[in-house]
């Protein structure tokens, strides 16, 4: 891995009932795609959102440290945060739709997160845009600006966000479910996109999603989280090839397009019984009342992530 563009270190997200992400660490590199996976509800989103200093008014980072060029984010004002969100942090959030002003084209929508983080005239940052808009392979880039959003495709919505997202050329990209909704000619188009921008510019780029298959073909190194906690970080390769953790067998063995030089099996796929359960109501790992070999110490005892390899942990004892 190339230097640690960002570096979260022993990371706890608060609610006042709850901790839904707890003990999370992890580096991105530059140039690297680093994807976090797991089931809805095991607190991929939350993360972004806690480096993007955007957590919802009742929820607070309660212990651990984001570290981001240098700094804590977590000690940053509002101010000096925004300053970097859309600068040197960009995100691309799940739905474009809800994520772009309805009453504001295109092209005002792009040239005011360049104005805001770079200045420059109005007319250097329409120029600007243009060229966003040819960089993501938009059609007709010029006439573009003055499009609505409703007056493009999911597919080009999504393009308007990912030129939002580079406008300011950041160090970190943040796609949160970035294929949402798109079909499957899309999903690639948009991640070849996002991979391209990552070798061309050297972005790092953090991706959040379900989708193993995805994982597979994009993803560099993958941390694979349960109930808020981390259960698996390994090279893609490797995890594809010999996943570790229980939970991490049992995301890959449930997901058709993840099954790598195995091709499609026949028959219903296999599934992980029961439902995510909160990470504040076990005492010991949150996966035990699921997990098909779970030893008694699991309900009681917390497992740590520990190294299988330069480059390999998982939070389990029985793993080897």
């Known amino acids: 891995m190339n ?16 901790r839904p992400v707890q003990n999370l660490s992890f580096q991105v590199g530059a140039g690297e795609t680093l994807a976090v996976v797991g089931e809805s509800g095991s607190g991929k989103s939350l993360t972004a959102l806690a480096v993007m200093g ?16 240098g700094r804590d984010l977590t000690g940053l004002k509002p101010r000096e945060m925004q300053d970097i969100r859309g600068g040197e942090i960009g995100m691309i959030f799940q739905e474009p739709m809800t994520s772009l002003n309805p009453v504001m084209t295109i092209g005002r929508q792009i040239t005011e997160v360049i104005r805001q983080h770079d200045g420059g005239t109005e007319e250097a940052a ?8 040819d960089l993501v392979r938009i059609p007709d880039p010029v006439a573009k600006l003055d499009a609505w959003p409703h007056e493009l495709s999911g ?38 996109l996002i991979d391209g921008l990552r070798r061309d510019l050297g972005i790092a780029v953090l991706l ?3 989708d193993l298959g995805l994982v597979a073909q994009w993803a560099d190194r ?8 981390p259960m698996e970080i390994a090279g893609a390769e490797a995890l594809f090839a010999r996943p570790r953790h229980p939970y991490s067998q049992g995301l890959i063995s449930a997901s058709p397009r993840a099954q790598g030089d195995r091709g499609f099996r026949d028959g219903p796929l296999p599934e992980i019984p ?10 010991g790992c949150s996966f035990a009342p699921r997990c098909p070999v779970a030893l008694p110490d699991c309900a009681t005892r917390r497992p740590a992530l520990r190294q299988l390899g330069a480059a390999h942990a998982v939070a389990c004892p029985v793993a080897k």
């Open 3 to 18: 230097a640690p563009v960002l570096d979260i270190e022993g990371l706890d997200i608060a609610f006042p009932m709850a």
């Open 54 to 69: 955007l957590l919802p008014p009742r929820a607070r980072i309660a212990a651990g440290s984001i570290r981001f060029g």
């Open 126 to 133: 329409r120029g600007r845009a243009a060229e966003l808009l």
């Open 155 to 192: 597919g080009m919505r999504q393009r308007v966000m990912i030129a939002m997202a580079v406008a300011c050329r950041p160090s970190l990209l943040i796609a949160d479910e970035p294929t949402t909704a798109l079909d499957v000619t899309i999903q690639a188009q948009v991640l070849d």
């Open 208 to 210: 959040i999603t379900h």
């Open 222 to 229: 993958v941390v694979v989280m349960y109930a808020g906690r």
């Open 274 to 283: 029961g439902n995510v359960g909160s990470a504040a109501s076990l005492v």
